[in-house]
């Protein structure tokens, strides 16, 4: 059974800075393309960023220079760093491996 579990969201202020985790099981974790996306209220599920086997990372535009994909292949656990928040990047953040398996998402609400 495939189990993605996120933590690490939170509320922080404009400027700050979050770590979300997630901690995955029963996936070939080493092998395979990670990621995160989020969901802000009334509005689509979007991508944030991907992260192959073989570290090659992709970033959606809007968090370009300011939030870090990385993985830990002994934990098989992915990261999402994120630093100089906005107030647009409020939103529930998903864990997402491929073969589209989903976390539970962990909510990141930034304030001004």
């Known amino acids: 059974q495939v189990q993605l579990v996120e933590s690490g969201g939170g509320l922080v202020q404009a400027g700050g800075s979050l770590r979300l985790s997630c901690a995955t099981s029963g996936i070939i974790f080493g092998m395979n393309t990670m990621g995160w996306y989020r969901q802000a209220a009334g509005k689509q599920r979007e991508l944030v960023a991907t992260l192959t086997g073989a570290y090659a990372a992709t970033y959606a535009e809007p968090v370009k220079g300011r939030f870090t994909i990385s993985r830990d292949n002994v934990k098989k656990t992915v990261y999402l760093q994120m630093n100089g928040l906005k107030l647009e990047d409020t939103a529930v953040y998903y864990c997402?491996?491929?073969?589209?398996?989903w976390g539970q998402g962990t909510q990141v609400t930034v304030s001004s």
């Open positions: 997402w491996a491929r073969g589209d398996f």
